[in-house]
């Protein structure tokens, strides 16, 4: 790219400095104007026009616009939909995914998470009440499946989640569903997953 283009307007061979590339952004990005001396004034900075300090807002009146949003219906699929068959003892559950205590994005430090109680990554967290009314206990033995696979031999730990709801840790769980994307907000619905558990033996 040097050569290419020199150093306009972008001197290339500078990018490897961090410096610069603040500077660049305080040159570029509206609201981080003052990154551009943070190397020397070292001091902290809020972007522009991302916290109201009084109460008015861009409109004719000054005041906030509201709208009511209605909450969607939501239903869960049954567990024949999720391909457990009919005659298997099943719980459909919404599984939300998450990160354990010693973990970072998808980096694992630590197998476990002490603060959950789960010993290791192949753990589902689940209310007691569920479990029970399945006729299972904790540490017992389940399998999971979601609409694009399952995983077997996972461990039972309860939890303080709300009944109907459980808990299992990401990535390694994002191979048994293919969640749908929302068309608005291109987010996907990873935190609400409609998942089927049935036994396997007990511990």
């Known amino acids: 790219a040097h050569r290419l283009h020199g150093e306009t307007p972008v001197h ?34 809020t972007i522009g026009d991302r916290i109201f300090t009084t109460p008015h807002f861009p409109t004719p009146t000054g005041k906030a616009t509201m709208f009511v949003t209605p909450l969607p219906t939501l239903t869960l699929p049954t567990q024949q939909e999720l391909g457990v068959p ?8 919404i599984l939300g995914t998450g990160r354990s205590y010693s973990q970072h994005n998808t980096v694992v430090y630590r197998e476990g998470d002490k603060y959950r109680g789960m010993p290791h990554r192949n753990c589902i967290l689940m209310h007691r009440t569920d479990v029970e009314a399945m006729g299972w206990q904790e540490r017992d033995r389940v399998t999971v499946q979601g609409n694009a696979g399952k995983l077997e031999n996972v461990e039972i730990i309860y939890g303080d989640i709300r009944p109907g709801s459980a808990l299992m840790f ?34």
């Open 170 to 203: 990401y990535p390694e769980v994002n191979q048994i569903f293919a969640v749908p994307i929302d068309p608005q907000s291109g987010t996907p619905a990873y935190k609400r997953v409609p998942v089927g558990v049935y036994a396997e033996y007990s511990s």
């Open 12 to 45: 290339w061979r500078k990018l490897q400095d961090t410096q610069y590339v603040r500077q660049l952004i305080a040159q570029t990005i509206p609201g981080f104007e003052a990154m551009a001396d943070i190397d020397s004034t070292k001091q902290e900075f």
């Open 86 to 93: 009919e005659s298997t003892p099943a719980l459909v559950v």
